[in-house]
């Protein structure tokens, strides 16, 4: 059934996908009072409020809050650019207001995804910083990865993880691969000073996505050096819907790489259009049924790259050999990384997609066949 949000009748974005929550999260009572445009203003007074320096919890190592400290003003302040389709709308948001965009390039991703954010950060003559990890998805999945000191659960020398990853070793490799880059990054503009040079990281965390985001998004927060600020906290699905509709380029005519058709338009990732994320990282670890097959469909060389590497991992005799498998017996989801919106595992309603799309007109009879043949 549709809910309803500020009035107005908010649906599934894509159908057999739940997005909603099914219920109001008691802290988010406010937001769904709030126009678009009250709602474009509250975004950016939360980044005026974290630019200037402000008060953000103390915490422990294991995030509880046991005080409050007050900032200085950053020194800088960069928007995270995934090159999904919530993420840029913060970037088309704040694209004046920050320092620049910053992509990070896992190695397993989707090549159209890196020239789409390319194509953005050109259009709009914005400093775009490409950062990487210091480790390769492909040498975590061998198991070449390896334990540097032996006060953890593993000895030293042992491989931190092995095998394609489920539900467990997500977020280790949300660790390796995304949040190693950022704090790499953080320490090239602070020099490795700590909480003596602050920076800013705007993200596109919102309370209306998930439970998951429910729990662990604010408007500000501070790790470190860092300050992670959040100013679509507060915009609903509606919200997002509602700014597509008015900036993104819907003319009848052939639209220019990443809806890049005129100057102030909203752009559009090809790989958004076609696959609803990113495909700026695939790990596998919340892969939800058929997503290979539908990546190898409009993806083959990415699909090809992926199943080159679980021959490799079964040549190798390594147990976890297939991208995608999920959770295996025993095993225990970890947590989720901040920046990882579609790490999830499969909602209910889910199922059957393929069927689903058809019967709504979003693939034709090919595409189906096509697709029900792979998987």
């Known amino acids: 059934m549709p809910k309803t949000v500020r009035s107005r009748t908010q649906d599934d974005a894509l159908p057999g996908l739940p997005d909603a929550l099914p ?64 993420s840029s709308i913060l970037a088309h948001l704040m694209r004046e207001r920050t320092d620049g965009l910053v992509h990070i390039r896992t190695g397993i991703a989707i090549p159209e995804t890196w020239d789409y954010v390319q194509a953005v950060a050109a259009d709009w003559a914005v400093t775009l910083h490409a950062i990487h990890p210091e480790v390769t998805y492909q040498d975590l999945v061998l198991g070449r990865v390896t334990v540097k000191s032996g006060r953890g659960k593993r000895a030293a020398g042992e491989p931190v993880w092995k095998g394609f990853p489920g539900p467990a070793g997500h977020y280790l490799m949300y660790q390796r691969l995304k949040e190693s880059a950022l704090a790499a990054f953080r320490n090239s503009i602070t020099g490795g000073r700590g909480r003596g040079g602050q920076i800013v990281y705007v993200g596109g965390m919102r309370w209306a996505e998930s439970d998951r985001r429910f729990a662990n998004a604010e408007e500000y927060d501070q790790w470190g050096s860092v300050v992670w600020c959040s100013p679509l906290v507060w915009w609903t699905n509606s919200h997002m819907a509602e700014y597509r509709a008015r900036y993104l380029c819907n003319d009848n005519h052939e639209h220019a790489f990443g809806r890049l058709c005129r100057p102030g338009t909203l752009p559009l990732s090809p790989v958004s259009e076609k696959l609803h994320m990113s495909g700026d990282c ?94």
């Open 282 to 375: 695939l790990c596998g670890a919340f892969a939800k049924p058929g997503e290979l097959s539908e990546i190898e469909f409009w993806y083959p060389d990415t699909a090809a790259q992926i199943h080159a590497l679980m021959d490799l991992a079964k040549a190798e005799g390594i147990e976890r050999c297939v991208w995608g498998a999920g959770k295996q017996p025993g095993e225990k989801a970890s947590k989720v990384g901040r920046l990882c919106r579609n790490c999830a595992p499969p909602m209910e309603g889910q199922s059957d997609l393929f069927d689903l799309w058809q019967q709504r007109g979003l693939l034709s009879p090919a595409q189906y066949a096509s697709l029900t043949a792979a998987t």
């Open 23 to 86: 219920d109001t999260p008691p802290k988010a009572t406010e937001y769904a009072a709030l126009t678009l445009d009250e709602a474009i203003e509250r975004a950016h007074a939360i980044l005026d409020v974290v630019l200037s320096g402000t008060t953000v919890p103390r915490r422990t190592r294991n995030g509880e809050i046991i005080g409050e400290r007050k900032l200085d003003p950053p020194e800088r302040a960069f928007t995270l650019f995934s090159g999904g389709g919530d």
